[in-house]
């Protein structure tokens, strides 16, 4: 029986870096795809789906940020961003636009491994197989529907929106839930998005970007309400838990 190994597209201008962490990550037990841009990702994307990709956010002809916000606008692939400046405003865009983690350069390359492992088993626990004949779970969020065992979210005319891992995990934290208070620790936890060097903001940011897809106000939230001092509660009527 053949083994399919995870499949990682790893993108970044600098050739040394590139070959280095593709011959760390073959070591590893992983396929690895190696890319000098957005141009010969998006060749081989077309090619042969990734099952995560690691992203270079600085180099010279397309910026990472720009590439995310394109991968993300068309698929949920997992994105891993590389920052050489370790810059918040960095992180805190990239996560905005998708990105389901990060790590500053240079990186460790036991911690690069870990984090993809981390991502990978995140994104696969948040896609359970339903049962032989057994009807999908759906759960109604203000202008959208969440198929729960789809892990897809579609609006009114049947139109998918693409979820990050990280994104699905909340919503279903959420609908497991309904108008129960949450903190952001318990969110964590439910989700299974708990990121041990995660900022304070990690989480506010996820809820900002979920409250754009199915707010029909992102700027005065109904349907996932922030509760001062506590955390966030889902109301699925749009009035109070």
């Known amino acids: 029986?053949?083994?399919?190994?995870?499949?990682?597209?790893?993108?970044?201008?600098?050739?040394?870096?590139?070959?280095?962490?593709?011959?760390?990550?073959?070591?590893?037990?992983?396929?690895?795809?190696?890319?000098?841009?957005?141009?010969?990702?998006?060749?081989?994307?077309?090619?042969?789906?990734?099952?995560?990709?690691?992203?270079?956010?600085?180099?010279?002809?397309?910026?990472?940020?720009?590439?995310?916000?394109?991968?993300?606008?068309?698929?949920?692939?997992?994105?891993?961003?590389?920052?050489?400046?370790?810059?918040?405003?960095?992180?805190?865009?990239?996560?905005?636009?998708?990105?389901?983690?990060?790590?500053?350069?240079?990186?460790?390359?036991?911690?690069?491994?870990?984090?993809?492992?981390?991502?990978l088993r995140r994104s696969q626990a948040s896609a359970p197989a339903a049962a032989d004949g057994e009807k999908n779970k759906v759960v109604r969020f203000g202008t959208k529907w969440l198929d729960v065992d789809a892990r897809v979210l579609r609006d009114d005319e049947g139109v998918e929106h693409p979820l990050t891992a990280s994104e699905y995990g909340l919503l279903k934290a959420f609908a497991d839930n309904p108008k129960r208070v949450l903190t952001r620790e318990r969110l964590l936890d439910l989700a299974n998005a708990r990121d041990p060097d995660a900022f304070d903001r990690a989480i506010d940011i996820r809820i900002t970007r979920i409250r754009r897809k199915i707010e029909s106000d992102p700027a005065h939230p109904i349907v996932i309400r922030t509760v001062r001092g506590a955390g966030y509660v889902f109301s699925p009527d749009g009035r109070g838990p």
């Open 1 to 119: 029986m053949t083994t399919v190994l995870p499949h990682i597209m790893v993108v970044d201008d600098e050739a040394s870096t590139r070959d280095m962490v593709g011959d760390y990550l073959k070591m590893h037990g992983f396929k690895a795809t190696l890319c000098d841009g957005g141009a010969s990702l998006r060749a081989s994307f077309d090619k042969d789906k990734p099952d995560l990709i690691v992203l270079d956010l600085n180099m010279p002809e397309e910026d990472g940020l720009s590439i995310i916000r394109d991968l993300k606008s068309r698929s949920n692939v997992p994105v891993i961003m590389l920052t050489a400046t370790a810059s918040a405003i960095d992180r805190v865009v990239g996560l905005e636009l998708g990105a389901d983690d990060y790590i500053a350069k240079p990186c460790e390359l036991r911690e690069l491994v870990a984090r993809i492992r981390s991502v």
